[in-house]
């Protein structure tokens, strides 16, 4: 190593080390701190500037609106009750059990809960057995006095609407599904069941109303 | 040149940026003839309405033992990728609940996670500056370890957020607490791009945030908490396309809307918004007025498929979901009988759209879908 001394008396002794002050550096690193801080601010001047001219030719907010809105209504969303307009002929099954329901009754009322375009409107069905033939999913009711009760196919059902259902049950499920989410449709398949599933129903797609994934009943 | 006329020249240029920036203000201003909901409402358009059953909690997924901080769907199938506290990741097949991989991590301080586009690789980035790639595929260590394929390294500052690149298993995007945002080439573990930092223009103070617009995968948004939200363009990497102000607290969060023109912010404020890309106007303010001593931020943020119903977490456990036509709140996920008994800390919606899920300060995952009645017309 260097400036060590050797053992030797002949050698002349190396002076002995002298500390120093630093050198006096420039504080160069604060500088370009300093300068690229400075320069970044230049640079930003420059963009708002550009901006600042760009901004003349812009376009009103309300153009960007209308094309939010024009985007979300033009599409479907699987999170969203859908609501669209009745069409005609779902206005005369919507007639149709709105007159079976005030009038003494004519069995006709399981037209309206089997083909209506929406089975909602089976509650406008107050006729005994009003869902006598109908295929969709068999409800137990909330109420405690019908509770375990399929009320669609009872013969009274006065205490009991598709509104105070709330556990639709697939054809051949076992369990009853714990949401109203298993809505099956004419001719729905065979229908497996699994206890650890939360819905406790295996549908397939054709067997549930719209479900994309269904993550009730896969 | 002086260090003082260095910090004089600084003064002055802070004087013309904050000038400018009012001028620009007052100019938007003029343009903003409406916002999101006014048009909306002008239009006759009404709020989405939910009944109680309509959006329910279908799945709870339990496994982690710590908080859980971010996650992340597959974009084909069900399955979700989240990071705890814990230090694990769990992908979860989100159909049964049931975890396909448990990921020990070598750093436990994970902070964020993503998926990769072909679901064979999961990437995470925490508080050691690394974003880890792990292949699903890999197999295992003696320990039962899933190995780390590929480390980036490069940041000097915690990695908040990452997400792949649309369609390409072999770049991601990371975000940092050292004020950038990288791209990186995942095949050579080397920074392609670095998006703002000490020399360039860009955020200037730590990146929380980033999300990649689905039609255009060159451009992205990143959320700072500088209070704005920037707009790069990955093959300009010296400066941002466009900086959107009006946040009054850290954006923690930034969502592309689904048509790619608009996109969404959620910060500290305790508001969501709504930039337009292309003319930098802000659309529409989601906000609902605090309570007495409460303040709420919004963690994280998420758009249903069609725009219309936007997703935001509170740091009070609160999860809105907001009417975007409107800017009305028309259900609370966080006041529902089975929800989440702790602060929401990230959340997303399935690739096809029909579920959101939920990750929690409380251990768990929760999945919600469409459990109403759908009529048919």
């Known amino acids: ?218 | 040149m002086s260090v003082t006329e260095l910090k004089e020249r600084h003064i002055a240029a802070t004087e013309t940026v904050n000038t400018l920036r009012d001028r620009l203000k007052q100019k938007r201003l003029l343009l903003l003839d409406t916002d999101v909901a006014g048009y909306a409402r002008a239009q006759g358009k009404t709020p989405v309405t939910f009944g109680p059953t309509d959006l329910v909690c279908c799945r709870t997924l339990q496994g982690h033992t710590g908080k859980v901080y971010s996650l992340d769907w597959t974009p084909e199938k069900n399955r979700i990728v989240s990071a705890s506290q814990d230090g694990r990741l769990i992908v979860w097949n989100a159909l049964t609940s049931q975890k396909t991989h448990a990921i020990k991590l070598p750093c436990a301080w994970v902070m964020t996670c993503a998926f990769s586009p072909s679901g064979q690789s999961v990437a995470c980035g925490g508080l050691d500056s690394v974003c880890s790639v792990f292949n699903l595929n890999s197999q295992t260590d003696k320990d039962g370890n899933l190995p780390v394929s590929r480390m980036l390294s490069g940041h000097k500052g915690y990695v908040s957020s990452c997400q792949y690149v649309p369609d390409e298993d072999t770049h991601l995007i990371t975000a940092s607490g050292d004020q950038t945002c990288v791209l990186w080439d995942i095949t050579t573990g080397l920074r392609t791009s670095v998006f703002g930092g000490e020399f360039q223009s860009g955020h200037t103070s730590d990146v929380l945030s980033v999300s990649i617009n689905g039609f255009n995968s060159r451009m992205f948004v990143s959320g700072s908490c500088d209070s704005t939200a920037r707009l790069w363009d990955t093959r300009v990497a010296s400066r941002a396309v466009g900086t959107f102000h009006g946040h009054e607290g850290d954006v923690n969060t930034v969502k592309f809307f689904p048509d790619g023109n608009r996109f969404g912010t959620g910060s500290d404020d305790g508001t969501c918004r709504l930039f337009d890309i292309r003319t930098g106007h802000q659309l529409q303010e989601y906000s609902q007025p605090n309570g007495e001593n409460e303040t709420r931020h919004v963690t994280s943020i998420a758009f249903s498929i069609s725009g219309r119903l936007l997703f935001a977490g509170y740091t009070n456990g609160d999860c809105y979901v907001w009417d975007t036509l409107l800017a009305k709140m028309v259900l609370n996920l966080g006041s529902l009988q089975n929800s989440h008994d702790g602060r929401i800390s990230c959340l997303g919606l399935s690739a096809d759209g029909s579920a959101l899920c939920t990750g929690s300060w409380d251990t768990n995952l929760k999945i919600w879908a469409f459990g109403g009645h759908r009529r048919v017309i």
Do not use: H
């Not at chain 1, 556990?167 to 809505?183: D, G, N, Q, W, Y």
């Open chain 1, 1 to 218: 190593m260097a400036g060590v001394v050797g053992g030797g008396g002949s050698v002349p002794s190396l002076p002995p080390p002298r500390p120093k002050s630093p050198p006096e550096y420039p504080d160069l690193y604060g500088k370009r701190r300093e300068l690229a801080k400075v320069q970044r601010l230049e640079r930003e001047i420059g963009f708002l500037e550009e901006e600042m001219k760009s901004i003349e030719g812009l376009q009103p907010a309300s153009r960007s609106c209308k094309e939010v809105a024009d985007f979300v209504m033009g599409n479907v969303d699987p999170l969203i009750p859908t609501t669209k307009k009745i069409r005609r002929s779902q206005r005369f099954w919507k007639w149709l059990c709105f007159w079976c329901s005030g009038v003494s009754c004519l069995d006709v009322s399981w037209i309206c809960c089997c083909w209506s375009p929406s089975c909602c409107e089976c509650t406008l069905c107050s006729c005994s057995n009003p869902c006598r033939r109908c295929r969709m999913p068999k409800c137990n009711c909330c109420s405690s006095s019908c509770w375990n009760s399929k009320c669609f196919s009872k013969s009274s059902t006065s205490t009991c609407s598709w509104i105070n259902c709330c556990a639709p049950k697939c054809p051949s499920c076992l369990i009853t599904c714990s949401s109203l989410r298993c809505k099956c449709y004419p001719n729905c398949p065979k229908v497996n069941t699994s206890t650890s599933s939360i819905c406790s129903c295996f549908c397939n797609k054709s067997c549930c109303c719209s479900c994309y994934p269904c993550y009730f009943c896969y």
